[in-house]
């Protein structure tokens, strides 16, 4: 998925008058990878968070190639944007496979 893509799905969110827990946890993920300065430790309470709420997420980053996992304490600012970008596309592509159609919420 490019970023153009993700941004207008963002876009059409951020309009929407409800929206699912998926969704926000897109909006949410978003948001912490483009905070002006990167804020380490709300990074690092959202990736918890989409751990926790998407172990399915979880388990396909983690077993990607030459992934290691690391304690918190060892994660850098360029690990945890890794992360959240993986788990922001993995967001996506469940949302969108939710709708089938791939329209999702720009329907």
């Known amino acids: ?9 963002i876009n059409a969110l951020r309009f929407a008058n409800e929206i699912s827990p998926l969704q926000k946890d897109i909006l949410d993920t ?7 300065p990167f804020n380490a430790e709300s990074a690092h309470k ?10 399915d997420i979880f388990l396909t980053i983690s ?29 996506v592509a469940k949302e969108m496979a939710t709708h089938g159609n791939g329209n999702c919420i720009l329907s």
């Not at 998925?1 to 799905?9: K, R």
């Not at 918890?48 to 998407?54: A, G």
């Open 1 to 9: 998925m490019t970023d153009q893509q993700i941004s207008a799905i």
């Open 30 to 36: 978003w948001n912490t990878l483009h905070k002006i």
């Open 46 to 55: 959202q990736i918890i968070s989409n751990n926790i709420n998407h172990p």
């Open 63 to 91: 077993m990607e190639p030459g992934i290691v996992q690391k304690s918190a304490e060892a994660l850098t600012q360029n690990d945890m944007i890794f992360t959240l970008r993986c788990q922001l596309d993995g967001l």
